[in-house]
């Protein structure tokens, strides 16, 4: 299929509400549940790091602020939310590589990342398209590097569970995704927090490249 005309899920759910994108995730807690994922990856000095589905930039740009020396990549589908986080880049005065495409074909080589980074996003994908991500996934990562992934998960209180069916019924990362992992190839695939949003219940994981 020709990629420029293959669909996807845009950040807001529909593409009209891509400007407000960032005032919800503040309102909704998301920096800090970022903020915690590039704090749990442990990225060494001079790395080379990957966010897939990086949206309007918040997580790469947050990466980059915090390691100078890192060359930092960020890549999306979605050419509109590419430009903010070029703005916000540009505004935070950050050098950040912003490259249009989709999570399951990634134009980069193999062994070329040190960490790849997942922040509400895989939600967006379909089943098959999560597989073939996380194979991608490993095919770029380095011997060693790491995947860290945030995302919506069912919740697992009362209350929580039926704001999580409301807002995300059949969309979440749910139980499925540390087989997947292991079936892609990771190890040490583990879930390593769990917490909540106003907007439904999350979860923050990690798996190593062997
Ligand atoms: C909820 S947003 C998250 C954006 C960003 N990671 C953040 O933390 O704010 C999900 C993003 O995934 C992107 N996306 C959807 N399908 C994708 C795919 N197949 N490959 C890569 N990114 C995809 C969307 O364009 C959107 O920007």
Same mark, same amino acid.
């Given at each position: 299929?020709?990629?420029?005309e293959r669909?996807?899920? %845009?950040?807001?759910g529909?593409?009209?509400?891509?400007?407000?994108?960032?005032?919800?995730v503040?309102?909704?807690?998301?920096?800090?549940?970022?903020?915690?994922?590039v704090?749990?990856?442990?990225? %060494?000095?001079g790395?080379?790091?990957?966010?897939?589905?990086?949206?309007?930039g918040s997580?790469?740009?947050v @990466?980059?602020?915090?390691?100078?020396?890192?060359?930092?990549?960020?890549m999306?589908?979605?050419?509109?939310?590419?430009s903010?986080?070029?703005q916000?880049?540009?505004?935070?005065?950050?050098?950040?590589?912003?490259?249009?495409?989709?999570?399951?074909?990634?134009?980069?080589?193999?062994?070329?990342f040190?960490?790849?980074?997942?922040?509400?996003?895989?939600?967006?994908?379909?089943?098959?398209?999560?597989s073939a991500?996380?194979?991608?996934?490993r095919r770029?990562?380095?011997?060693?590097?790491?995947?860290?992934?945030v995302?919506?998960? %069912?919740a697992r209180?009362?209350?929580?569970?039926?704001i999580?069916?409301l807002?995300?019924?059949?969309?979440?990362?749910e139980d499925?995704?540390?087989p @997947?992992?292991?079936?892609?190839?990771?190890v040490d695939s583990?879930?390593?927090d769990?917490?909540?949003? @106003?907007?439904?219940?999350?979860a923050?994981?990690?798996?190593?490249? %062997?």
């Amino acid at each position: 299929m020709d990629q420029s005309e293959r669909s996807y899920i %845009p950040a807001a759910g529909q593409h009209w509400m891509l400007p407000l994108y960032d005032s919800f995730v503040w309102i909704l807690g998301g920096n800090a549940s970022r903020a915690k994922l590039v704090e749990q990856a442990a990225t %060494p000095p001079g790395a080379r790091v990957l966010e897939i589905g990086c949206g309007t930039g918040s997580l790469v740009v947050v @990466l980059k602020t915090r390691h100078r020396d890192a060359q930092v990549v960020g890549m999306d589908p979605d050419p509109k939310a590419l430009s903010i986080a070029r703005q916000k880049a540009e505004r935070a005065g950050v050098k950040i590589e912003l490259d249009q495409g989709f999570s399951d074909r990634l134009a980069y080589p193999d062994a070329s990342f040190d960490r790849v980074f997942s922040s509400f996003m895989f939600h967006h994908l379909k089943a098959e398209e999560r597989s073939a991500t996380l194979g991608e996934i490993r095919r770029v990562l380095n011997k060693g590097g790491s995947f860290h992934l945030v995302d919506f998960v %069912p919740a697992r209180s009362g209350v929580a569970r039926v704001i999580g069916h409301l807002f995300h019924a059949g969309h979440g990362v749910e139980d499925q995704l540390i087989p @997947l992992m292991e079936k892609a190839g990771f190890v040490d695939s583990a879930e390593v927090d769990y917490g909540s949003t @106003l907007f439904g219940s999350i979860a923050y994981f990690r798996a190593r490249n %062997p």
